[in-house]
């Protein structure tokens, strides 16, 4: 039994929330290492430098939030976290600067409104993602939000499967695009209709970081109402059989590679109590082809009369200025609610059409653009060394000089995927963009060390999925800006009638793309 599964033995990562009114009152300096470690199935992190503060996040089942939710976390960021909030991949809210003395009161106030962090972080299933315009647009499959609701619930604070060989990512959608990215998450289900009856796919074992997994699909067809009983099924099978000796291998993708999806199947239906017919083919019904799955912009609802609206938050990052002003357009001119994305972008639905313009306006107004250029809507960046004692390079400034570099240099007619990513373990998704990028340390002619990016190409999801491919490594953070205008104005001058950028660089050889970035930079002996 390796230190971690002691660990969680000796006592389970929830029971440490019966200590947190003792942490708050001895302080960090009373927080013995194995709590520290459990303090995670509270939502709770040490953040960089490990000097007394905590990273803290919440649980928003599919992004969607409401107005009281809303102004409890722009509360939260106001008056515990230094006034940063940042949006995650995961459509949840990330926060800093968080004192032990404080999270009787953080905890209090969140839950005030709903709000739970069990299981935000630690070895159990983390927050639901979703589609965050479910039940508005209206072209999904069908609202797919109730049953990511109910998966939800069933697994907050459930001891059953607290104690999972490590974390597990869970997403539900309804949407035809598949915007949720099933192809990444430990396990994920995806509406289908099989002789008019709605139900669901399920894939299991993807996931990013230093190996990378596409997530294999089951051949399961099942009942929207048998979800939840699925879902407690596959992940038994993953609880009492995967690979707990090793934390680099006990991710459940490492359990399907090894078994493949016939022998997972076969297991999970040794725990159902009933038989699901097959999955539809891909002829019946084809996976999206299309790599880029945002919502910003301005989109008419399901429900006639009203549009949902959404805006680019540029890597997430927002004050508690600007959260309480969106939860104020939301209340005027909509319902309260408000929904993330794992772009780290949000929208307001129910505006009606009338005051799509004043709402517009006033996102504008606050930075948060609803007509956002091809390169910054889909941008996304991780922590970074800011805040995360896992990350080697800084993400969130670098990325919006990025972003400002080639919305001036470069004219860009279709959306990218630019995606950044401080070190090789994925928060920020750098596997899947069109570019990805992830961080390094490199050393200069000189002898200095500084920040650094490999530049790896061609990520894609979807029908024809695939991992990026390293094109030049170890290139200084400053001269990234120039590197990725010259690899897109190359793009420009030289792609074929009617290519887009995807499948430019699967033309291209490493060689030609790398040529197309060079600054002249290299790296010192």
């Given amino acids: 039994m390796n230190d971690v599964e002691r660990i969680k033995k000796e006592k389970g990562g929830l029971e440490v929330w019966n200590d947190l009114q003792r942490i708050a009152t001895e302080g960090y300096g009373g927080i013995d290492a194995d709590d520290m470690f459990r303090l995670r199935w509270l939502g709770l992190y040490e953040q960089k430098p490990k ?18 939710q809303l102004i409890a976390v722009a509360e939260v960021t106001r008056d515990y976290a230094r006034n940063i909030a940042d949006i995650t991949t995961r459509q949840n809210f990330q926060f800093h600067w968080m004192a ?25 299933p983390r927050n639901v993602t979703g589609c965050p315009v479910a039940g508005l647009d209206p072209n999904e499959t069908f609202d797919a939000q109730p049953y990511a609701q109910k998966i939800h619930e069933y697994f907050l604070g459930n001891p059953e499967f607290a104690d999972l060989p490590r974390k597990y990512k869970i997403s539900i959608t309804g949407c035809c695009e598949h915007c949720s990215q099933p192809e990444i998450n430990d396990i994920a289900a995806t509406a289908v209709i099989k002789n008019g009856e709605k139900g669901f796919h399920i894939r299991v074992g993807g996931g990013l970081s230093t190996r990378p997994f596409l997530a294999q699909k089951l051949n399961f067809f099942i009942p929207a109402d048998k979800l939840v009983d699925a879902f407690r099924a596959v992940t038994e099978v993953y609880r009492d059989s995967g690979y707990r000796e090793n934390r680099k291998k006990a991710r459940i993708k490492f359990l399907v590679a090894d078994w493949g999806a016939a022998k997972y199947e076969e297991e999970v239906l040794k725990r159902l109590s009933w038989v699901p017919e097959p999955a539809l083919t891909e002829a019946e019904w084809p996976e999206p082809t299309n790599n880029f799955r945002d919502h910003v912009g301005v989109h008419p609802q399901s429900q006639p009369g009203l549009f949902w609206v959404g805006a680019n938050v540029l890597t997430g990052r927002m004050n508690s200025e600007q959260l309480f002003e969106v939860a104020r357009i939301a209340k005027e001119y909509g319902t309260g609610d408000t929904r993330t994305t794992n772009q780290q972008n949000l929208l307001i639905p129910n505006i009606k059409e009338a005051d799509v313009p004043t709402v517009v306006a006033a996102l504008e107004a606050i930075s948060f653009p609803v007509v956002a250029s091809p390169i910054r809507r889909a941008a996304v960046a991780c922590t970074g060394s800011e805040f995360c004692n896992l990350a080697l390079t800084e993400t969130k400034n670098l990325m919006w000089q990025i972003v400002r570099h080639l919305d001036k240099t470069v004219s860009l007619d279709e959306p990218l995927r630019i995606n950044l990513n401080g070190c090789p373990n994925g928060c920020g998704q750098h596997h899947i963009g069109d570019i990805g990028l992830q961080g390094c340390v490199v050393k200069l002619p000189g002898g200095d060390k500084v920040d650094g990016y490999d530049i790896s190409l061609g990520g894609r999801l979807g029908r024809d999925a695939k991992f990026v ?25 030289e792609r074929a009638e009617d290519e887009d950028f995807p499948s430019f660089v699967d033309r291209a050889s490493d060689d030609e793309l790398g040529s197309l970035m060079r600054t002249g930079f290299v790296e010192a002996a």
């Fill in 51 to 68: 000097d007394g503060y905590f990273m803290l996040r919440i649980k928003v089942p599919g992004g969607q939030l409401t107005y009281d």
């Fill in 100 to 124: 032990p003395a404080d999270f009787p009161a953080i905890f209090a106030k969140f839950s005030a409104v709903g709000i739970s962090t069990l299981g935000a972080c630690g070895d159990i």
């Fill in 469 to 493: 491919r390293p094109i030049w490594r170890k290139v200084p953070a400053t001269d990234l800006p120039v590197a990725l205008e010259n690899l897109l104005n190359g793009y420009l001058n």
